[in-house]
T-cell receptor, first 112, second 110 residues
Framework: EAQVTQNPRYLITVTGKKLTVTCSQN?????MSWYRQDPGLGLRQIYY???????DKGDVPEGYKVSRKEKRNFPLILESPSPNQTSLYFC???????????FGSGTRLTVV | GQNIDQPTEMTATEGAIVQINCTYQ??????LFWYQQHAGEAPTFLSY????GLEEKGRFSSFLSRSKGYSYLLLKELQMKDSASYLC???????????FGDGTTLTVKP
């Protein structure tokens, strides 16, 4: 089944403890992206990648890192999480610039 | 940058037609997308417009006017399951960047 898989689905962590949210797609998509969704603020793009080893900042990249060492994987790294990073995170991929995103199921992160 | 506006909420009756509007201001344009998001779930792709005109997909149609910075999503024969948030998104000239509107919450009533 064609899909984007994110893990974990839920995570509660403490301020400052490094964490990684994994994202993997099995559709051979070129484009991958991370979004966070907060009430009243909609979906905001954190980072995106247009191919292996090609990544760039979205609208809200502060406090996040990404890597794209292989086409299928696009992990999101929070080196030192803070409470303002409590949010619902979505990974998404698309075949090309003309393709709609396929989204993962989301990761609900709480930083205390 | 991009600025996208859509109504916050709409209500319609089962079986009716509803039109959800989206206006955008962008420094570059590489396509407009509509997504559906049910509460507690991930968004799902509905439609894509890059040229002016109407794209039809079953009960859903999407229209684009690039000169006016305007799009709409038309939902026909509304069903209760169409109650969801509808997100308008614009892809800029940098094809990796996509900006989403805040979404329109549609409630379908019997």
């Amino acid at each position: 089944e064609a899909q984007v898989t994110q893990n974990p689905r839920y995570l509660i962590t403490v301020t400052g403890k490094k964490l990684t949210v994994t994202c993997s797609q099995n559709m051979n998509h070129e484009y991958m992206s991370w979004y966070r969704q907060d009430p009243g603020l909609g979906l905001r793009q954190i980072y995106y990648s247009m191919n292996v080893e090609v990544t760039d900042k979205g609208d809200v990249p502060e406090g996040y890192k990404v890597s794209r060492k292989e086409k299928r994987n696009f992990p999101l790294i929070l080196e030192s999480p803070s409470p303002n990073q409590t949010s619902l995170y979505f990974c998404a991929s698309s075949l090309s610039s003309g393709g709609g995103y396929t989204f993962g199921s989301g990761t609900r992160l709480t930083v205390v | 940058g991009q600025n996208i506006d859509q109504p916050t909420e709409m209500t319609a009756t089962e079986g009716a037609i509803v039109q959800i509007n989206c206006t955008y201001q962008t420094s570059g344009f590489n396509g407009l997308f509509w997504y559906q998001q049910h509460a507690g779930e991930a968004p799902t792709f509905l439609s894509y417009n890059v040229l002016d005109g109407l794209e039809e997909k079953g009960r859903f149609s999407s229209f684009l006017s690039r000169s006016k910075g305007y799009s709409y999503l038309l939902l026909k024969e509304l069903q209760m399951k169409d109650s969801a948030s509808y997100l308008c998104a614009v892809r800029g000239l940098n094809a990796g960047k996509s900006t989403f509107g805040d979404g329109t919450t549609l409630t379908v009533k019997p």
